[in-house]
C-alpha cells in the first residue's frame, strides 16, 4: 500500500494493494470523526466513524486510526478494488458547537 | 424511506434573482446542514440547525439565509443571486451530534 503521514490531495492504487488516506484535523475539542466516500455526482456517503475515546475501529475492508496528540486521522482501506475510487473525506464534530466541518478531500483512483 | 431530498435538483438563475432550496429529511433527525461544494474542493458549511426553530452560522454564510420552521424541514435562501454563488449544494440531517449525516443528492445552482 501507499501511506504518508501527510494529507495527499490524490492517491493512486494498484488493484488489490491497500489503500491509506490521511487527513489532519483542525480543532482540538472535536470529539467524533467521520470518514466519508463521494462518488462523481453524488452525495457523500458515511464510511466508518470513531469516537475520541478510541485510537482505532475496523470496519468491512476499512479501519480508521486516530491520533488525538497529533490531530490525524487516517482511513485503510484493504485490498482496494475499482469501486473504490472516490473522493474521501474527513469530517469532524465540535463538541461544543456541534458543527460537521469537512477536511480537503483525496482522490483515490484504482489502477487495474 | 427516502431519507434527505432536496428540491430543486438543478436551476439557473441571473444575477440578481431570489431563490429557495428546499431539504427535507424523514427520520425525525434534530441536526440538518447546508453546504456549497465548488470544483476540486472540499464541503463547506454555510448554516446549520440543531433543533427546530434554531439556526446558526457556518464557515461561508454571507448571501445565504435559513429557517428551520418545521423539524423536517430545513431551507436555504438566496435573496440576490451572484455568480460567485454557482456551485452545487448539499443537505445533510444527522440524530444528534455524535452520528453519522446523511447526504441529499445535491442542487446544482448556476448564476448567470
Known amino acids: 500500500g501507499e501511506s504518508v503521514g501527510l494529507h495527499l490531495p490524490t492517491l493512486s492504487v494498484q488493484e488489490g494493494d491497500n489503500s491509506i488516506i490521511n487527513c489532519a484535523y483542525s480543532n482540538s475539542a472535536s470529539d467524533y470523526f467521520i470518514w466519508y466516500k463521494q462518488e462523481s455526482g453524488k452525495g457523500p456517503q458515511f464510511i466508518i466513524d470513531i469516537r475520541s475515546n478510541m485510537d482505532k475501529r475496523q470496519g468491512q475492508r476499512v479501519t480508521v486510526l486516530l491520533n488525538k496528540t497529533v490531530k490525524h486521522l487516517s482511513l485503510q482501506i484493504a485490498a482496494t478494488q475499482p469501486g473504490d475510487s472516490a473522493v474521501y473525506f474527513c469530517?469532524?464534530?465540535?463538541?461544543?458547537?456541534?458543527?460537521?466541518?469537512f477536511g480537503a478531500g483525496t482522490t483515490v483512483t484504482v489502477r487495474a | 424511506n427516502a431519507g434527505v431530498t432536496q428540491t430543486p435538483k438543478f436551476r439557473v438563475l441571473k444575477t440578481g434573482q431570489s431563490m429557495t432550496l428546499l431539504c427535507a429529511q424523514d427520520m425525525n433527525h434534530e441536526y440538518m446542514y447546508w453546504y456549497r461544494q465548488d470544483p476540486g474542493m472540499g464541503l463547506r458549511l454555510i448554516h446549520y440547525s440543531v433543533g427546530e426553530g434554531t439556526t446558526a452560522k457556518g464557515e461561508v454564510p454571507d448571501g445565504y439565509n435559513v429557517s428551520r420552521l418545521k423539524k423536517q424541514n430545513f431551507l436555504l435562501g438566496l435573496e440576490s443571486a451572484a455568480p460567485s454563488q454557482t456551485s452545487v449544494y448539499f443537505c445533510?440531517?444527522?440524530?444528534?451530534?455524535?452520528?453519522?449525516?446523511?447526504f441529499g443528492q445535491g442542487t446544482r445552482l448556476t448564476v448567470v
Open positions: 469530517a469532524e464534530i465540535g463538541a461544543n458547537d456541534y458543527k460537521l466541518s
Open positions: 445533510a440531517s444527522s440524530s444528534g451530534g455524535n452520528t453519522e449525516a446523511f
